[in-house]
């Protein structure tokens, strides 16, 4: 007659099986506070963000954009070939809006083109940048300004700096400790054209930029009508979108803003 095999642990001594027991109750409970700790640290992550990036002096954010831009302008950006009349056009009107509020952070527009798509983006230093292909693909002036001052909007909030600190945060910490930001350059630096924003910082760069129009008599449809009208186009316009996507609370909260 076949028997039925018998589980190795019923043969072990008892003192055996006790320590057995031990063992796997012991990797259990380990396993177990690796997985809160992981979840703690997320948690925790982006507030430690913040305060690396409230840490950072001013003069050492403005270098590591500077030291950015330079590596972006040797791998990725190419100089604009955008007709230098409508350059001037988009920049004087872009610099004679009126910042509301407590004014607008210190800030310079530069044009490119090259690898990075249709897209715009911001760099702790100050600088705007904005690509030929992404002002061939807005309709007009109106959504242009409309871009350029949702990008204020992030670097009124700084948070650029804090997505770098987020991403790099021993490097960014170091850059503090040492006062060299050679290492968050070479950690981050080349990928800050492709760093998505959180819906929430989106909505607070959407809010400082309707705020930004409306003071300054424009029309906040310009908000939402980026977001369509590269929505509508081919992958090669939609750069834009995929670091500043168009999730439902966003739209909405637009769409609630130009129905004031």
């Given at each position: 007659?076949?028997?039925?095999?018998?589980?190795?642990?019923?043969?072990?001594?008892?003192?055996?099986?006790?320590r057995?027991?031990?063992h796997?109750?012991?990797?259990?409970?380990?396993?177990?506070?690796?997985?809160?700790?992981?979840?703690a640290?997320q948690?925790?992550r982006?507030?430690?963000?913040?305060?690396?990036?409230?840490?950072?002096?001013?003069?050492?954010?403005?270098?590591?954009?500077?030291?950015?831009?330079?590596?972006?302008?040797?791998?990725?950006?190419?100089?604009?070939?955008?007709?230098?009349?409508?350059?001037?056009?988009?920049?004087?009107?872009?610099?004679?809006?009126?910042?509301?509020?407590?004014?607008?952070?210190?800030?310079r527009?530069?044009?490119?083109s090259?690898?990075?798509?249709?897209?715009?983006?911001?760099?702790?230093?100050?600088?705007?940048?904005?690509?030929?292909?992404?002002?061939?693909?807005?309709?007009?002036?109106?959504?242009?300004?409309?871009?350029?001052?949702?990008?204020?909007?992030?670097?009124?909030?700084?948070?650029?700096?804090?997505?770098?600190?987020?991403?790099?945060?021993?490097?960014?910490?170091?850059?503090?400790?040492?006062?060299?930001?050679d290492?968050?350059?070479?950690?981050?630096?080349?990928?800050?054209?492709?760093?998505?924003?959180?819906?929430?910082?989106?909505?607070?760069?959407?809010?400082?930029?309707?705020?930004?129009?409306?003071?300054?008599?424009?029309?906040?449809?310009?908000?939402?009508?980026?977001?369509?009208?590269?929505?509508?186009?081919?992958?090669?316009?939609?750069?834009?979108?995929?670091?500043?996507?168009?999730?439902?609370?966003?739209?909405?909260?637009?769409?609630?803003?130009?129905?004031?």
């Open positions: 007659m076949q028997t039925l095999a018998v589980p190795e642990l019923i043969d072990t001594p008892a003192p055996g099986r006790r057995v027991l031990r796997w109750r012991g990797a259990l409970l380990l396993a177990v506070a690796c997985a809160v700790l992981a979840a640290w948690l925790a982006p507030a430690a963000a913040d305060m690396l990036a409230d840490a950072m002096p001013p003069e050492l954010a403005a270098q590591a954009g500077q030291d950015m831009l330079r590596e972006l302008d040797i791998h990725t950006l190419l100089p604009s070939e955008l007709d230098g009349a409508r350059q001037q056009r988009i920049s004087s009107a872009f610099a004679s809006l009126q910042a509301p509020h407590e004014g607008a952070p210190r800030h527009l530069l044009f490119r090259g690898h990075a798509g249709a897209t715009a983006f911001t760099l702790p230093s100050g600088d705007i940048i904005v690509t030929d292909a992404l002002l061939r693909a807005l309709p007009d002036d109106g959504a242009v300004l409309a871009v350029l001052a949702h990008e204020l909007g992030h670097l009124h909030r700084s948070h650029m700096l804090r997505r770098l600190t987020q991403e790099a945060m021993l490097p960014a910490a170091a850059s503090i400790v040492f006062g060299n930001t290492w968050l350059v070479s950690s981050v630096g080349a990928r800050v054209p492709q760093l998505a924003w959180p819906p929430q910082a989106e909505i607070e760069a959407d809010d400082y930029a309707a705020d930004l129009l409306e003071h300054n008599g424009l029309s906040l449809r310009n908000l939402a009508e980026v977001q369509e009208v590269l929505s509508r186009q081919g992958s090669a316009q939609r750069a834009y979108l995929a670091i500043h996507p168009p999730c439902a609370d966003r739209l909405a909260h637009q769409r609630e803003r130009s129905a004031l």
